[in-house]
């Protein structure tokens, strides 16, 4: 699994990065987690608003902060 955090490298998109990191270990997952952060790479995904998050190529959220619980349901 290959996850993506989009953002400009904001607080908002540093915590998001965080929360993800914490919904993978509370989850018991490994994955590569990537923070991309110049914005053609973002713009590639289609995203106006960020932080984003993208699971495998696909963006499942963005706009705001996600908790890790909003998280972990997205990993399942």
């Not at 997952?29 to 053609?40: F, G, M, R, Y």
């Amino acid at each position: 699994m290959k996850i993506e955090v989009l953002g400009t490298g904001c607080a908002k998109c540093k915590r998001f990065y965080e929360n993800t990191k914490i919904a993978l270990e509370e989850n018991g997952k490994s994955a590569e987690v990537v923070k991309v952060e110049d914005i053609p790479s973002i713009m590639k995904y289609g995203v106006m608003c960020t932080p984003a998050l993208v699971i495998d190529g696909q963006v499942k959220f963005s706009g705001k902060v996600a908790s890790v619980g909003e998280i972990k349901g997205m990993l399942s």
